[in-house]
């Protein structure tokens, strides 16, 4: 087999996250080193094995690994193919250091639900212009994680959301205020005077919604009636808030079922 190592790595523009690391190795092993972030780690093929604070350890692909700062790690593949990783690293605000020492006592986390999320947010990263989506998501799973990590925690069940209609609807006021220019999931935790985690749990559970998708489909409504008024999809993306073209073509094709110019030449 040829040895592989295929890399890629972004800073996102979402408060506590530090770097996105993609990376497929087949043969390439970590040497003992440490980070300033957390790592939080997912595994998509293959498995990985690792060392930390002088015990072995595995990520099998249905796991979520956590991998605190300044303690010295390694890594390897664990299967002759390799094994191909998605990382986050994130920063003190999500996890401050009273969590280190349970991290190291276990890191790697069996929780489904937790997997499901850390993928669905590196799809969110992917895109430019998702941020309100991913740091909405980044609060659940930073929520989730705390769960785990708390001392004399013996279980975790997933927190059924009490309606907080207040939170929820002074927060939609903002989103509508804030449409085209948008706004930070932190900013409008601070001026709501909220948890971002517990924002965006009331606001779910008020409206049936997440605040993201609230968003988006605001926006969409406007591009539809934008293009149906003759104006080229290009200015809509501007003119509605979206980051580019390519960003308003797959949110409105998601949310419409057509691309925006298709949809205008309906007209």
């Not at 049936?208 to 591009?223: F, K, L, M, T």
């Amino acid at each position: 087999m040829v040895a592989q190592r295929a890399v890629s790595a972004w800073r996102p523009r979402v408060p506590g996250v530090v770097e996105v690391f993609h990376a497929h190795f087949t043969e390439y092993a970590y040497p003992m080193h440490v980070h300033d972030a957390w790592t939080l780690l997912i595994v998509d093929d293959g498995a990985v094995r690792y060392d930390l604070d002088r015990h072995e350890h595995g990520t099998p692909h249905d796991t979520v690994t956590l991998l605190p700062p300044h303690v010295p790690h390694n890594g390897s593949p664990a299967t002759p193919h390799g094994f191909r990783k998605r990382v986050i690293y994130l920063d003190a605000t999500q996890l401050d250091e009273s969590f280190i020492g349970p991290a190291v006592d276990g890191p790697d986390l069996a929780d489904p639900v937790l997997r499901t999320r850390v993928g669905q947010l590196h799809s969110a990263l992917r895109h430019p212009g998702d941020e309100l989506e991913a740091a909405s998501r980044l609060a659940l799973i930073g929520e989730r994680l705390r769960g785990h990590l708390r001392p004399r925690l013996t279980g975790l069940t997933e927190e059924r959301p009490s309606p907080d209609h207040g939170v929820a609807h002074t927060l939609r006021e903002l989103l509508d205020a804030r449409l085209v220019p948008g706004i930070a999931l932190d900013e409008a935790a601070r001026l709501v005077h909220a948890h971002p985690a517990h924002l965006v749990r009331a606001f779910s559970a008020a409206f049936g919604i997440a605040p993201h998708q609230y968003v988006n489909s605001r926006r969409v409504d406007r591009a539809r009636r934008l293009l149906l008024d003759g104006r080229p999809p290009s200015e809509v993306a501007t003119a509605t808030g979206f980051y580019d073209q390519s960003h308003l073509t797959r949110h409105f094709k998601r949310l419409v079922g057509v691309t925006p110019g298709r949809y205008a030449r309906t007209a």
